[in-house]
Nanobody
Framework: QVLLVESGGGLVQPGGSLRLSCAASGSIFRINAMGWYRQAPGKQRELVASITSGGSTNYADSVKGRFTISRDNAKNTVYLRMNSLKPEDTDVYYC???????????????WGKGTLVTVSS
């Protein structure tokens, strides 16, 4: 059993900042790629940022230069630092991780339950 638990969402004014955290727990042998997605009601879930186990990152064009993804492998945690937030960044943000469970040969996708980010004055 693996759990991903997000935290750090909330209400912030335009131009403000937030930091999201996502901690993985359970029978974890290895965490491969980790990432953050977001989804607005009635829309498809979209990739915001991802980071490999080696630290290589990838960002959606809409957040480049404003968001930074990082991870602490010792804590099985991924972070998303969001600066210069805009109203269009309002969404539910979901943590995703490709995790190899102890005793299994391959990684599987796991998702958190999501945390709401609202950017509004």
């Amino acid at each position: 059993q693996v759990l991903l638990v997000e935290s750090g969402g909330g209400l912030v004014q335009p131009g403000g900042s937030l930091r999201l955290s996502c901690a993985a727990s359970g029978s974890i042998f290895r965490i491969n790629a980790m990432g953050w997605y977001r989804q607005a009601p009635g829309k498809q879930r979209e990739l915001v940022a991802s980071i490999t186990s080696g630290g290589s990152t990838n960002y959606a064009d809409s957040v480049k230069g404003r968001f930074t993804i990082s991870r602490d492998n010792a804590k099985n945690t991924v972070y998303l630092r969001m600066n210069s937030l805009k109203p269009e960044d309002t969404d539910v943000y979901y943590c995703n991780a490709d995790i190899t469970v102890t005793g299994t040969p391959h990684g599987m996708d796991y998702w958190g339950k999501g945390t709401l980010v609202t950017v509004s004055s």
